[in-house]
């Protein structure tokens, strides 16, 4: 019996996260690294055994290794390299992943329960722990904080008190169903059916994904234990699917092949839905509980994962005092588009599995021909052609005007990804490339000055120092010339030369630019040539308080 009594927990927090899946335990890692306080509930005893999702993508593995995890997932993990689409027993059409723009593989195939592990340990190693068998009953947002009540696993009830309150708590999540929020999509037709399962005489290579088209559509992946996912529709009564079913469907497609062992297997129905919002008040949602998709594409926890990444540094700031409350409208507004883009993409996957005649795998044969094609299709399916240009705290100036994202034919624009480039040459150390400088919960600002005589130096680093003096840990600021190697007297801001003309390419430097790069890794204002007052006026104006 419950106690219907309430204890308050005196351990006050920033922010409570409602969740601790991959999407919660990013999030509470991105905010620790920004120095707020976080605590993470979670109404489980412990990690999930099972695992629903089990692909991270190439912008995913960009946003853990600016956390500092990317290593470790790497490790565990395994390269997918090759996607092929098999029609009426035909390979109709191939995509090799390689040649991507980023220096991480387009998608890695690690369980999820993986992924939870590794960003639990980071977690605990920046000091917090999650805190389990905690279901959420409810809460009050009364404008200066959220109270929490919890039941425990002792029958006690709980409350925590904190100033911002995140549900990560999936797709049936209690955060936003208390809030009342639609969610408004559709659901798909039918169960469907994971399997992993160890797998004798299917000699397909590991880094190889196969899709099999048609009504009896299956979808078979590597996985790093030796095992093989298969997903498919599961036709038959019971609540799991039975090794005897993951046979007969495995036989249908692969003749000759035989399941040894089953390791993990679940079903469920699927689902295309959006919150009608992502933030009400001191109350937000990430990941499942405000979006959720068909696993086909592989985007889901992906995109949830990144959700956590646009909101850690920019919740981060506001507790800190270095934002305004309203920095956090940009939230909503750029992850409703990016997820919205994920929905579609995992729907045309869902419903193109299920597509297998003449007419379609000849458009599919003629549309994956080219390299080229192949390259943008992983590019879009992994996430790195996402970006922000429309949202509201991106800026450009050029030549003291204001610049849209068509004032830069070269490099990237306000609301672009950055992607890597190098090697850079600090004045001590070892080379560095654009991402080990990027890395970490700060800001960035950049200014690429070319064969920067003496006197353009001292001006440049003299803005890079003062922005650093204003903003202080928020901000690290790098002056990059072209050279063989940085002038000793590097000054208060560092120098750093750019030997290949890599970074200058990269960032289409064609003149003097100033950048101005966010932590989650996209574009927050860039002005050619460096405009200090400009560069001000979007501090203070835009995010960033004096």
């Not at 353009?456 to 003299?462: A, D, E, L, V």
Request: glycine share 10%.
């Amino acid at each position: 019996m419950r106690d219907a009594r309430v204890r308050p927990d005196t351990d006050e927090t920033d922010v409570l996260i409602v969740g601790a899946g991959p999407v919660g335990l990013t999030l509470a890692l991105g905010l620790a690294r920004q120095g707020a306080r976080c605590r993470i509930v979670d109404r489980d005893a412990g990690p999930s055994p099972t695992s629903r999702a089990s692909e991270l993508h190439a912008r995913t593995l960009e946003v853990l290794d600016a956390m500092g995890a990317a290593e470790d997932v790497l490790a565990a993990g395994l390269v997918l390299r090759v996607i092929t689409f098999i029609s009426r027993g035909r390979c109709v059409a191939r995509i090799s992943t390689a040649g991507i723009d980023s220096s991480f593989p387009a998608r890695l195939a690690i369980p999820q329960s993986d992924t939870e592990r590794i960003l639990e340990s980071h977690l605990a190693q920046a000091g917090v722990t999650v805190e389990r068998e905690r279901e959420l009953l409810d809460f009050v947002d009364d404008s200066a904080g959220v109270t929490a009540t919890f039941h425990d696993a002792r029958g006690e009830r709980t409350a925590i008190r904190a100033g911002w309150l995140v549900g990560c708590d999936g797709v049936h999540s209690a955060v936003r169903q208390h809030l009342g929020l639609a969610f408004d999509g559709e659901d798909y037709p039918g169960v469907w059916a994971i399997v992993d399962a160890r797998i004798d005489g299917w000699a397909c290579p590991p880094g190889e994904v196969f899709v099999f088209l048609g009504r009896d559509t299956m979808w078979s992946g590597a996985l790093p234990n030796g095992c093989r996912r298969l997903y498919f529709r599961h036709d038959a009564n019971t609540a799991l699917p039975r090794a005897e079913e993951a046979q007969a469907v495995l036989e249908r497609h692969a003749p000759g092949a035989r399941i040894r062992e089953v390791v993990n297997r679940g079903a469920f129905r699927i689902h295309r839905r959006m919150a009608s919002r992502f933030r009400v008040g001191r109350v937000l949602l990430a990941g499942d509980a405000g979006h959720v998709c068909s696993p086909s594409a592989g985007v889901g926890m992906n995109a949830g994962m990144q959700d956590s990444a646009n909101l850690a540094w920019k919740l981060g700031l506001v507790v800190a005092g270095r934002a305004p409350e309203s920095l956090l409208e940009s939230y909503e507004v750029e992850r409703k588009a990016a997820d919205g883009v994920a929905l579609s993409l995992s729907h045309e996957a869902q419903t193109d599995m299920l597509v297998s005649d003449a007419v379609h795998d000849r458009a599919l044969a003629v549309h994956l021909a080219k390299s080229t094609a192949q390259m943008l299709a992983t590019e879009a399916g992994v996430e790195l052609q996402i970006h922000y240009r429309e949202s509201s705290i991106v800026a450009g100036v050029r030549d003291g005007m204001r610049a849209g994202a068509e004032a830069w034919p070269a490099g990237p624009a306000p609301g672009d990804r950055i992607a890597d480039a190098g090697p850079l040459v600090p004045v001590a150390g070892q080379q560095r490339s654009l991402r080990d400088v990027l890395r970490g919960p700060h800001h960035t600002l950049l200014v690429l000055a070319g064969e920067a005589d003496d006197e353009s130096r001292r001006r440049y680093t003299g803005l890079i120092t003062r922005t650093m003096d204003r903003l202080g840990a928020t901000v690290r600021g790098y002056l990059v010339i072209i050279a063989d190697g940085p002038p000793a007297e590097a000054g208060a801001a560092a120098i750093m030369a750019d030997p290949t003309l890599s970074v200058h390419g990269r960032l289409g430097a064609a003149a003097d630019t100033m950048y101005l790069v966010r932590p989650d890794g996209y574009l927050a204002f860039r002005s050619e040539p460096p405009d200090p007052v400009a560069l001000d006026a979007y501090l203070g104006q835009v995010f960033l308080k004096p």
